[in-house]
């Protein structure tokens, strides 16, 4: 027996390195390949066991070498585990794109561009968030299915959009903090698609960029070295709320810290932003990962860490160091960052571990997180055309519904803000039209940034051959429009049709990553083109508009020969048929605006002042409708339609009564004895009893059937001051309303410590007492917060 065991040991060696050798001679390009016995043995490839367990099992099986390869967006392959290489980078802004860990080509050659995000809110419409997230991800893993993709798709970028000179406002859903809360968590539902009762992911989103981020290069101040100064109260009300929701509502398995310090911290860094409130307090299920090359930045460009191993210290540690964890699972035991786009960690965290800064546990905790949803997205069940997705291939990206979802995309987030009464045009009037400006035949210019290769366009050009004869001039080579040697071209072809567009605005050589605004007015001649078209047209003059935010064109307002005017954003690889559809009214367009539209004054207000509340000592005018108190060429929320609406609350408490008991306090600069109160909004058997429905009907007086949003907006007491928010948005839907007819109830669903509240000077969440005013387009209701006795 003894002989027969000393054999038996002898052999194993070799048997588990023939199993290797098979791994390495013929390894799928998948974990846990099930018909190779060698790796069907270890327990990690197990399903039948928990996902805590084969963690375990996987981590404790790397050497330390091996587990600091995995801490970067190129994770390395582990030949002897059969583990291959993965990339941990790819994009999902408004569709796949192109991105690392993508590669289009072969039997996916494109894939269905939604608009950009700036678009979408614009529709106000929850259930196109969350569809186009479901269509982004059937696109996905049909691609991972075919070896052209990852699963962890590092978007949405849900930033609030303070100021319009911002770059990257087109990749946001704007300024308000509902808005940006509500698309999150939408579209992240939408795309890791969890079922009831599972952690599975279809795929793995992550929310960016972690926080205050929104400045990217704005006259010599770039992202890399700027330092977002940020009040407690302002980074709770309004820069951390849509982040608390993509984690809370959105259950998303991921966050992305960003570029910027806040308060002289880098964000990667930052022990409160990362471990407190991500870890701690919201209870990500997920990984925190850098924005690419981060930590090389804050390294080089801030002077916050002495040496390199220090940063990755620094990172790896959220800035404080913490004992190991008594047990292996006992999550949230290590703050910090668990992945880092780059390769800073990798150059760097052995030394760290070699000079005592970092322990090999802490990069056990951060695989931790980074295998578990490795685990959950199924890239350790063996051949992914095996599990639950693994039926979707080609056939499934660019399918007929997804692009007619696109259309519908478009559609919705059109947003007529001038018409006097010419728009929709008339087939039966307009024979003939002109088409002109440099967006006049877009097609790269509609679908953004981050975007990949579209299914198909159709531009403006394109679809308006539908209604009319079509003339065309672009009237500027491009949206620089630098010479006036192209306008004559669309004078001579607006004076000879019945009606014009003109389609001007921007694109990404004017407003993109890196590259901030510096002018709120069109770019070089465009508003010489319109006025020019204009003067010579004969009938009416549409001016449509592709950008992310706020162009101040006063001429355009106020001159009466454009009888409308249409912003389009950027939208999508259909939008040029969306474009037609509106004006010739086949869509009656139904779009709000996401962002206040400024003056170009505006611009002379720093881009780098973070504060969202106004400051009348300095004449600071604050950000955002909520607290902005300047003059506005738009606002949000403004947007037309072709028929005439009406809101009629039919349900609504007159009255809220708050218990005496409740942890309160006086209103700010008032006594004791004054009945005004703020509760603490944190008070759950408090706010639990002021919950509420309000009721609310629309009535379409107008001939023409529309997908109304309907906004519900308050005002709450002392609006405007002491902190206090001028008004702010408390729900919205997106409601079908025949011509001629009333619509059903809509119903929101009323949570005063959720929808009234604002932050005080220290970040503390408070509700105030005394009437609340309700707003539902030209209705209002008074609601009365009253402390009981």
């Avoid at 299920?285 to 801030?302: A, E, H, K, P, R």
């Avoid at 760097?348 to 578990?372: F, R």
């Avoid at 210019?445 to 050009?461: D, E, F, Q, V, W």
């Avoid at 306008?487 to 990404?508: H, N």
Wanted: aromatic share 8%; hydrophobic share 40%.
């Amino acid at each position: 027996m003894g002989k027969a065991s000393t054999c038996k040991d002898a052999l194993l060696p070799l048997v588990l390195l023939l199993g290797v050798i098979d791994v390495l001679a013929g390894q799928a390009p998948y974990a846990c390949d099930q018909s190779n016995a060698t790796l069907a043995a270890f327990p990690f490839c197990n399903t039948s066991l928990a996902i805590t367990d084969r963690v375990e099992d996987y981590v404790a099986r790397l050497t330390l070498e091996e587990k600091i390869s995995q801490l970067i967006n190129t994770a390395t392959g582990i030949p002897r585990l059969g583990v291959p290489k993965y990339q941990w980078w790819q994009e999902a802004l408004h569709g796949v794109a192109s991105s690392p860990g993508v590669q289009f080509g072969g039997s996916v050659p494109a894939a269905t561009s939604f608009p950009m995000p700036i678009t979408t809110a614009a529709s106000f419409n929850t259930s196109l968030f969350y569809g186009i997230g479901q269509a982004v991800s059937t696109e996905a893993r049909a691609m991972h299915n075919l070896g052209q993709s990852g699963l962890t798709f590092w978007s949405p970028n849900i930033n609030i959009y303070r100021d319009p000179r911002w770059g990257r406002g087109q990749e946001t859903p704007g300024e308000d903090p509902l808005l940006s809360s509500n698309f999150a968590t939408y579209y992240v539902r939408g795309l890791q698609e969890s079922q009831a009762g599972s952690d599975k992911l279809k795929v793995s989103a992550c929310c960016k960029h972690m926080t205050a981020y929104d400045v990217d290069n704005w006259l010599g101040t770039d992202r890399y070295h700027f330092n977002a100064i940020v009040t407690e109260q302002d980074l709770e009300d309004t820069y951390n709320a849509p982040f608390k929701s993509c984690v809370e509502d959105g259950g998303v398995s991921s966050v992305m810290c960003s570029y910027n310090r806040l308060n002289g911290v880098p964000t990667c860094a930052d022990h409160e932003l990362l471990t407190t409130t991500v870890r701690e307090t919201w209870k990500l299920n997920g990984y925190i990962v850098s924005d690419c090359d981060s930590l090389q930045v804050f390294f080089d460009n801030t002077n916050y860490a002495a040496t390199a191993e220090d940063a990755a210290a620094d990172a790896l540690l959220a800035g404080k160091n913490f004992p190991p964890p008594k047990l292996f699972h006992e999550l949230n035991s290590f703050p910090g960052l668990n992945l880092n786009c780059g390769t800073f960690l990798a150059k760097h965290t052995l030394s760290a571990i070699q000079q005592k800064k970092v322990t090999e546990a802490t990069i056990n905790q951060a695989l931790t997180y980074l295998v578990t949803v490795q685990m959950r997205l199924g890239l350790y069940d063996g051949d992914p055309k095996s599990q639950t997705y693994g039926s979707l291939g080609a056939s499934d990206v660019c399918t007929s519904e997804h692009q007619t979802l696109a259309l519908e995309a478009a559609r919705q987030g059109m947003v007529l803000l001038k018409n006097l009464g010419a728009l929709p045009l008339s087939t039966s009037k307009i024979k003939s039209l002109a088409v002109v400006g440099p967006h006049a035949n877009a097609t790269r210019a509609m679908i953004g940034n981050y975007a990949g290769i579209p299914c198909k366009y159709t531009s403006p050009l394109q679809a308006f051959q539908k209604y009319a004869q079509v003339s065309y001039a672009p009237g500027c080579a491009n949206v620089a429009c630098s010479s006036d040697s192209l306008i004559s071209g669309a004078v001579s072809a607006a004076a000879a049709a019945d009606a014009v567009v003109v389609a001007v605005g921007l694109d990404l050589t004017i407003e993109a990553e890196s590259l901030d605004r510096t002018s709120l007015l069109l770019p070089g001649k465009q508003q010489e083109l319109v006025s020019q078209v204009m003067q010579a047209a004969k009938g009416p003059v549409v001016i449509v508009i592709l950008s992310a935010g706020a162009i101040d064109i006063p001429f355009a307002l106020s001159d009466s020969r454009i009888a409308g005017i249409l912003w389009a954003g950027y939208p999508g690889q259909a939008g040029g048929a969306a474009i037609a559809e509106v004006i010739f009214g086949d869509h009656n367009p139904s779009g709000k605006l996401p962002a206040t539209w400024y003056p170009q004054n505006f611009t002379s207000i720093s881009m780098l002042d973070m504060n969202m509340r106004p400051n009348a000592s300095t004449g600071y005018p604050g950000r955002t409708y909520r607290f902005y108190t300047g003059p506005t060429i738009f606002k949000f929320g403004d947007g037309l339609s072709y028929t005439s609406l009406s809101a009629k609350f039919i349900k609504a408490p007159s009255f809220l009564s708050i218990p005496s008991t409740a942890p309160m306090q006086p209103c700010t600069g008032l006594k004791k004895s004054s009945s005004c109160f703020h509760l603490d909004a944190t008070d759950e058997k408090s706010c639990e009893s002021l919950k509420s429905q309000v009721a609310i009907s629309v009535r379409n007086k107008g001939a023409m059937a529309i997908s109304h949003t309907l906004m519900l907006f308050s005002t709450p007491p002392n609006a405007g001051s002491d902190g206090v928010p001028q008004r702010q948005l408390v729900g919205f839907n997106k409601i079908q309303i025949a011509g001629d007819s009333i619509s059903n109830p809509v119903i929101f669903d009323l949570d005063p410590c959720r929808h009234f509240v604002h932050a005080d000077p220290d970040g503390k969440k408070l509700l105030r007492s005394g009437t609340h005013v309700l707003t539902a387009g030209n209705e209002q209701h008074s609601l009365r917060l009253l402390v009981r006795p």
